[in-house]
């Protein structure tokens, strides 16, 4: 008797290697993601952060540049009250303010944002006042009526996008050193800004 060719064995190989092929190419993929994260992150860093202009909401009532801040560690914090990560976070932020409040090393920067452009003054400062004071919070707050600030950092990040909250940490001449999409960790940011104390001083 005449043996006929098994077909489902032998086109199993063919199979296999297409299975194979395609699982190469989605981890080849995946790495190229991750190697380009890792690339975008690296650009981030070290970038520097000086050109804001950033408005007095409450418990200020001084205009904030960059130039108030030289020479100290700053987090430039961006949030909103209509935000529930940000929310969540600000007690964080608040106990920040408050540890630095009289540090000549570091400065704390809290700007509330509102979710639609053009933002209206008058609403958000109601809303964001009404949220710290549930809070406890007399810490300054700032605006950005323009976008201005948000508009640099968001050239900076690129195609990682600009997400409430987002939370840079600068060193002592406005470079990135670290910064957070989306709400941290609690002691996070701390960790981090104790971990930037410890770099020695360049320049002025």
């Not at 699982?23 to 890792?38: K, Q, R, T, V």
Request: glycine share 6%.
């Amino acid at each position: 008797m005449e043996t006929q060719p098994n077909l489902q064995t032998s086109a199993r190989p063919q199979g296999s290697f297409r299975h194979l092929l395609w699982a190469g190419l989605f981890m080849l993929s995946g790495l190229s993601f991750l190697i380009y994260l890792g690339t975008n992150k690296n650009t981030i860093l070290g970038q520097p952060v000086t050109d804001w202009d950033l408005q007095p909401l409450t418990g200020t009532d001084q205009t904030l540049t960059y130039d108030a801040c030289r020479g100290k560690l700053v987090v430039l914090h961006f949030w909103g009250p209509w935000c529930p990560p940000c929310r969540v976070e600000y007690p964080e932020i608040a106990r920040l303010q408050t540890r630095y409040a009289n540090s000549d090393e570091v400065h704390i920067v809290s700007v509330t944002c509102d979710s639609t452009a053009p933002e209206n003054r008058e609403t958000l400062q109601s809303d964001t006042e009404e949220m710290l004071a549930n809070l406890k919070v007399t810490q300054p707050v700032y605006w950005d009526p323009a976008e201005y600030t948000r508009v640099q950092v968001a050239k900076l990040l690129a195609q990682r996008g600009f997400s409430y909250p987002t939370t840079l940490l600068l060193d002592r001449q406005g470079r990135v050193v670290n910064y957070w999409l989306g709400a941290t960790d609690a002691g996070e940011i701390d960790s981090a800004i104790a971990a930037a104390l410890l770099q020695p001083r360049i320049g002025p």
